[in-house]
């Protein structure tokens, strides 16, 4: 069954990993953590690929408890780069778990201490999807002109982290040498 954005078993998953790591942090069961973490970002990768194949990405809100509901769909340039910002999310929180759980956090972060461009790269690669995203905009976005006048605070925010994003790429691949 489709939810419009993805399908059941990627949020379960999703979901499931966060679940995981609660009760590993609950009960302070790092094996749990280090599985849900693994579950969680599994499950982000499927998501985003998912996105991207279908190139349509869908948010909604509950109104309950008196906020206001909204719904927003968002499709073509906008989807892919969330799509892409979840996958490497998802590969993010995949890895973070993979290494906790084979002992290797100390090396790897003596590893990205001495080479910072080895995070600044992936997180710059994210800040640029990410701005992609708001700078796209939503569907219902540009619904009207009043619609679209209300979401350029959002769009002005996507071209400074686009910008942004660029910026720790290039200067991320400075530091790796």
Sequence with gaps: MKTGKITWWEIGL????????GAGLKFEIHFLMQAGLMAAGTGLVAGGID????????FSSSSEGGGSYYHHTYTGLGAVSWGAFSILLGFGAFLGGLFWLLGLMTQVAELIKAR???WLIPVGIMAFFMGIHNLAGAREQRASFWSFLGSMPA?????????AGVVMVVFGMGKLF
């Excluded at 769009?155 to 910008?163: S, Y």
Aim: no cysteine.
């Design 155 to 163: 769009r002005i925010f996507g071209l400074a982290l686009t910008a």
């Design 116 to 118: 910072p461009g080895l």
């Design 51 to 58: 996105t991207i194949i279908t190139k349509r990405a869908s």
């Design 14 to 21: 999703f979901v499931s990993g966060i679940l995981i790591f």
